[in-house]
């Protein structure tokens, strides 16, 4: 069962999404996510352990690979698609209780900026590493980040920007969210952004790299 897991792990780490997928060359018509996470669930490999000795420990080679740029946009991307694939097996177990997600992370770019890339690659690291994503999209406002938290109490807030002229937002929002939610933990990230300006405007981390968000989120819960 172990090795079965360690493939699993191996098919998030290098994209290997299903058998007829030609990428990676390497493992051109071995089974790939979808089928052998199938078959661990038929052989009784226990759905927590799919999720955290398969997917969650394939899923952090690739943070850290791409964050040591060993690895770039595409193949996460095809490593997201891999992951994502196997969840849709385990999803039905964590309605029933069975698996269990870490906690819920609300994210999105923030109010007037249209860009996605770097949220959607951190929206993938997090829900690759056992987080339950709640993905708001583009051109959020407060109001959209408030109503999310009153559906997810405790859930920890994304905010991206890409731009100079949108990451002024990250301020008012953040201020908003702390005057109705003052507990809420709220993480930044994105190209203008910086640990001084994290501070300025009262946030609680900047990352500036998924990798980054996914350990900021595990140490609150260790």
């Known amino acids: 069962m172990s090795e079965l897991l360690t ?3 191996e ?3 290098f994209g290997k999404i299903n058998k007829v997928a030609p990428f990676p060359p390497q493992m051109k018509g071995q089974d790939g996510a979808d089928e052998l996470t199938a078959r661990a669930i038929a052989e009784g490999v226990a759905v927590q352990d799919i999720l955290t000795k398969g997917l969650m420990a394939g899923m952090e080679k690739v943070g850290i690979k791409f964050r040591e740029n060993k690895i770039f946009v595409p193949q996460v991307l095809m490593s997201a698609k891999a992951m994502s694939t196997a969840m849709m097996h385990l999803k039905p177990f964590f309605a029933s209780g069975e698996a269990r997600q870490k906690g819920t992370f609300i ?3 923030v109010l007037g900026d249209l860009h996605d890339i770097g949220k959607n ?3 993938m690291m997090v829900e690759g590493n ?8 583009t051109d959020v406002p407060a109001a959209k980040f408030i109503a999310a938290l009153e559906e997810y109490p405790g859930a920890v807030i994304g905010l991206s920007a890409l731009l ?6 990250m301020d008012s929002i953040t201020r908003e969210i702390k005057k109705l939610k003052p507990e809420t933990v709220v993480a930044i990230g994105g190209a203008p952004v910086n640990q001084e300006f994290c501070e300025k405007i009262g946030a ?8 980054g968000v996914v350990e900021f989120l595990n140490r609150r819960i260790a």
Not at 164 to 169: A, E
Not at 204 to 211: E, L
């Open 11 to 13: 098919c998030i780490e």
């Open 164 to 169: 100079t002229t949108t990451m002024t937002n």
């Open 204 to 211: 609680d981390y900047y990352s500036p790299d998924p990798q």
């Open 130 to 137: 056992g987080y339950n994503v709640v993905d708001l999209g």
């Open 121 to 123: 690659l951190v929206a």
């Open 107 to 109: 994210i999105g770019t």
């Open 7 to 9: 493939q699993i792990a």
